[in-house]
């Protein structure tokens, strides 16, 4: 076990509906990632925030969007679904803001089937 | 990110030691080399990361060799538990969190 705790683990909808998915950091990481992994294009990063702020970002498309609140949970906001978006959704935390040598922790990933 | 290469596949019998190669040859001299892996659909899992030095924790060793553009990941004694994907990534600087994830190594354990 990991730490980071993501919600829900399994989801189904429909295209052009929209999903959060959430994310519970490991205890004291200030850090939060959220990654794709797709059949297709392997895991990718999306995009980083740390306390609060975006500190990076990936391949995240403009349907996408994140947050991540005072108490340092984060959440990943999925909209217009199309079947593309299909995919694992890893939340990851660090405890720093990116520095060389921190340990990058992943959760268990939420499983998104667009239908 | 320095680039990485690592071959698709590797068998292993248990009990024996995994030796898992990864090739960086751009690798710049803050970059650090981390290797995860992930069984079935789980999460990355941390092994371990190294900078210059060798490295062992309680999963693995980390060798790296002394240009720093080769290094070689150890399990001791693999069990069928260890077979994953391995992923082998450089990376460092103000790009560390932006962790890039090859297509890996598949290490297959036999009994």
């Known amino acids: 076990d990991s730490g980071v705790t993501q919600t829900p683990k399994h989801l189904i909808t429909a295209t052009g509906q929209r999903v959060t998915l959430r994310c519970s950091p490991r205890?004291?990481?200030?850090?939060v990632y959220w990654y794709q992994q797709s059949l297709d294009q392997g895991l990718q990063f999306l995009i980083q925030?740390?306390?609060?702020?975006?500190?990076a970002k990936g391949n995240i498309l403009e349907r996408f969007s994140a947050q991540q609140f005072p108490d340092l949970h984060s959440e990943l906001n999925l909209s217009s679904l199309e079947l593309g978006d299909s995919a694992l959704y890893f939340c990851?935390?660090?405890?720093?803001?990116?520095?060389?040598?921190?340990?990058?922790?992943f959760g268990e990933g939420s499983w998104l089937t667009v239908v | 990110d320095a680039k990485t290469t690592q071959p698709p596949s590797m068998d292993c019998a248990e009990g024996r030691a995994a030796n898992l190669p990864c090739n960086h040859s751009?690798?710049?001299?803050?970059?650090?080399v981390y290797w995860y892996r992930q069984i079935h659909s789980q999460g990355p899992q941390y092994i371990i990361h190294?900078?210059?030095n060798n490295e062992t924790n309680e999963m693995a060793s980390l060798i790296i060799t002394e240009d720093r553009k080769s290094s070689t990941l150890i399990l001791p004694h693999a069990t069928l538990r260890d077979t994953a994907v391995y992923y082998c990534?450089?990376?460092?600087?103000?790009?560390?969190?932006?962790?890039?994830f090859g297509q890996g190594t598949i290490l297959t354990v036999h009994p």
């Open positions: 190294g900078l210059k």
């Open positions: 751009t690798i710049s001299g803050n970059e650090y």
């Open positions: 990534i450089v990376a460092g600087g103000t790009s560390y969190g932006k962790l890039t």
């Open positions: 990851a935390s660090s405890v720093g803001q990116g520095n060389p040598g921190n340990t990058i922790y």
């Open positions: 925030y740390y306390n609060g702020e975006e500190r």
């Open positions: 205890s004291g990481d200030l850090s």
